[in-house]
């Protein structure tokens, strides 16, 4: 009926707090207080607001996909009240699948974007070893 609002809720928190982030790099950048050009030495790190990105895009997806769906199904319509939920008297059961469901979904999809994250974390520590220890071979 409604799920779909509480992953949209999360995509509207982690869309304010990605564009927070990125002034902040910027800035950063701006100031010399990080080093924006790799060094020989360094291998290129994956900004935040660029990882915050990723679940914003997977947010913003579902979202829309379930939006759609629940449109598509008549649960959703382009006139007030818009969810039929309400206007029949359902409203209870509604915030019940909010609280199970959409809840379950966001969760779900966070969980999925925080193990991408990892595997990406530990590629780049691995590059980095790699990188380091190629450099440590060639000074011997």
Known sequence: MACFTVPAAEAIITTVA????????????LSGAVNTKADEN??????????IGWLNKMLWGG??????????HGEVVPF???LTAVKDGEA????HEM??????MALLVTAAWGIMVGVVSMIEKK???NKSEK???GLV
């Open 127 to 129: 590059a980095k070893n």
């Open 80 to 82: 007030f009240p818009f």
């Open 135 to 137: 450099l440590a071979g």
């Open 42 to 51: 360094e291998t290129p790190k994956i900004s935040l607001s660029t990882k």
């Open 92 to 95: 209870s059961e509604m915030l």
């Open 18 to 29: 990605e564009r927070i982030i990125k002034s902040k790099e910027k800035k950063m950048a």
């Open 63 to 72: 979202s829309a996909l379930l939006a759609f769906e629940h449109v598509w």
């Open 99 to 104: 609280a199970t469901a959409g809840v379950c």
